[in-house]
């Protein structure tokens, strides 16, 4: 008989003890990166998070002799599952000690609650949508990791395996890359063709451009028609651009954010951000007070940092063929060379999109980083 007592989320005290559960448990981890205690808890309150129009989530919680040893988010995304025809329950924050017990005791907690509502098989770590992390660390463990990626010690795959049932569903790879000191050669060549052939430019926008000019949503609704085959994407609605637009556009330094116009009309983008890694690693436990709002400014308006995060890039697929991605690569690289980055950490992208994964033959990079989504029948 298990020992495991498994409790469920019920008010905001327990909230805040399932989301401190992974700083306590990475907190000797120099590899890990704390991320940001108020966009945790934002992220999982119903009332913050527009993801809940379209999603129901309650959260686990694992003791044993009343201390915590794990935890787990339950999830579904019912518009995800319509557009992918499945009836799927997520799981995500997906954390626990190095005990089979407990993380057998937390994925039947999903499976059953799953159950109840009609589902019939879970996939995960997942979040609410995409542009929450995914994924479950199965190679660079010895990497240090991003705010932007789940983190986990290396006996988590390990557990997956010995669980039994679980499959590969999908891998995400993740490079990084030197930043070259002279712009490569094809993409130069492949920008001028472009220009000249296509009429194609390159656009930089003012913080205005972005925030009152509605060019930071179409931004996310180009995002939503490139985005759309990928694994497990589900189209992002007004509210929940809305809320990206405030927590990633509002903050970024236009300098790095590139767009590729048509006459007046997107067709590109490309939204990279200093690596904030080493700055969070200098909060504590992932708060802002008392000075780790200083490390982050730092970070963002000084660029105390030699890593630059290649967060999102998208380009409709009839510019694909036609070589906007370089435009966006040739103007980008030239902003880090200007602040002096030498490294450009890009984020996961799908172990089958080759054309994707392909652009990186050009510069001086290694796969350093893989992350799985696995699949159960229940």
Same mark, same amino acid.
């Given at each position: 008989?298990?020992?495991?007592? %498994?409790?469920?989320?019920?008010?905001? /005290?327990?909230?805040?003890?399932?989301?401190?559960?992974?700083?306590?448990?990475?907190?000797?981890?120099?590899?890990?990166?704390?991320?940001?205690?108020?966009?945790?808890?934002?992220?999982?309150?119903?009332? /913050?998070?527009?993801?809940?129009?379209?999603?129901?989530?309650?959260?686990?919680?694992?003791?044993?002799?009343?201390?915590?040893? @794990?935890?787990?988010?339950?999830?579904?995304? /019912?518009?995800?599952?319509?557009?992918?025809?499945?009836?799927?329950?997520?799981?995500?924050?997906?954390?626990?000690?190095?005990?089979?017990?407990?993380? /057998?005791?937390?994925?039947?907690?999903?499976?059953?609650?799953?159950?109840?509502?009609?589902?019939?098989?879970?996939?995960?770590? =997942?979040?609410? %949508?995409?542009?929450?992390?995914?994924?479950?660390?199965?190679?660079?463990?010895?990497?240090?990791?991003?705010?932007?990626?789940?983190?986990?010690?290396?006996?988590?795959?390990? +557990?997956?395996?010995?669980?039994? @049932?679980?499959?590969?569903?999908?891998?995400?790879?993740?490079?990084?890359?030197? $930043?070259?000191?002279? $712009?490569?050669?094809?993409?130069?060549?492949?920008?001028?063709?472009?220009?000249?052939?296509?009429?194609?430019?390159?656009?930089?926008?003012?913080? +205005?451009?972005? =925030?009152?000019?509605?060019?930071?949503?179409?931004?996310?609704?180009?995002?939503?028609?490139?985005?759309?085959?990928?694994?497990?994407?589900?189209?992002?609605?007004?509210?929940?651009?809305?809320? =990206?637009?405030?927590?990633? %556009?509002?903050?970024?330094?236009?300098?790095?954010?590139?767009?590729?116009?048509?006459?007046?009309?997107?067709?590109?983008?490309?939204?990279?951000?200093?690596?904030?890694?080493?700055?969070?690693?200098? *909060?504590?436990?992932?708060?802002?007070?008392?000075? @780790?709002?200083?490390?982050?400014?730092? *970070?963002?308006?000084?660029?105390?940092?030699? *890593? $630059?995060?290649?967060?999102?890039?998208?380009?409709?697929?009839?510019?694909?063929?036609?070589?906007?991605?370089?435009?966006?690569?040739?103007? =980008?690289?030239?902003?880090?060379?200007?602040?002096?980055?030498?490294?450009?950490?890009?984020?996961?992208?799908?172990?089958?999109?080759?054309?994707?994964?392909?652009?990186?033959?050009?510069?001086?990079?290694?796969? +350093?980083?893989? +992350?799985?989504?696995?699949?159960?029948?229940?």
């Amino acid at each position: 008989m298990s020992n495991i007592e %498994i409790r469920t989320v019920t008010n905001r /005290r327990q909230l805040r003890q399932f989301v401190q559960f992974y700083y306590d448990l990475y907190r000797d981890c120099d590899k890990a990166v704390p991320y940001l205690f108020f966009d945790e808890m934002a992220t999982l309150r119903p009332d /913050r998070n527009p993801s809940f129009e379209c999603c129901e989530a309650t959260y686990f919680m694992a003791f044993r002799q009343g201390k915590m040893v @794990g935890r787990v988010a339950a999830i579904i995304n /019912r518009r995800a599952n319509e557009q992918w025809k499945v009836n799927q329950v997520r799981f995500g924050w997906f954390d626990f000690i190095d005990d089979l017990e407990v993380s /057998r005791a937390l994925l039947d907690a999903v499976a059953q609650w799953g159950r109840e509502r009609g589902m019939t098989q879970m996939a995960g770590p =997942l979040g609410f %949508i995409d542009t929450d992390r995914e994924g479950m660390l199965v190679e660079g463990f010895d990497e240090l990791s991003t705010m932007y990626v789940n983190y986990n010690y290396d006996y988590y795959p390990r +557990h997956i395996e010995q669980l039994g @049932g679980f499959v590969k569903d999908n891998d995400y790879m993740e490079y990084k890359v030197v $930043v070259p000191e002279v $712009v490569p050669e094809k993409f130069s060549k492949i920008t001028q063709m472009v220009k000249q052939r296509y009429g194609l430019r390159v656009h930089k926008f003012t913080r +205005h451009e972005l =925030l009152q000019g509605g060019y930071g949503h179409e931004v996310f609704r180009l995002l939503n028609l490139t985005y759309k085959d990928l694994y497990g994407f589900s189209q992002l609605s007004e509210r929940q651009i809305d809320k =990206l637009v405030n927590d990633y %556009i509002k903050l970024a330094d236009m300098n790095l954010i590139t767009a590729v116009m048509d006459g007046d009309r997107m067709v590109g983008f490309g939204i990279t951000f200093p690596s904030f890694s080493k700055a969070l690693q200098q *909060t504590r436990d992932g708060r802002l007070l008392p000075l @780790g709002w200083w490390h982050l400014l730092r *970070t963002l308006k000084l660029h105390k940092t030699d *890593t $630059v995060d290649l967060l999102l890039i998208g380009v409709l697929p009839e510019y694909r063929a036609k070589g906007a991605n370089a435009l966006i690569f040739d103007d =980008l690289i030239r902003q880090f060379q200007r602040y002096g980055f030498r490294w450009a950490d890009a984020m996961p992208q799908m172990e089958r999109n080759e054309a994707v994964r392909s652009q990186w033959q050009y510069l001086e990079s290694r796969q +350093h980083r893989r +992350h799985r989504c696995y699949r159960k029948d229940i």
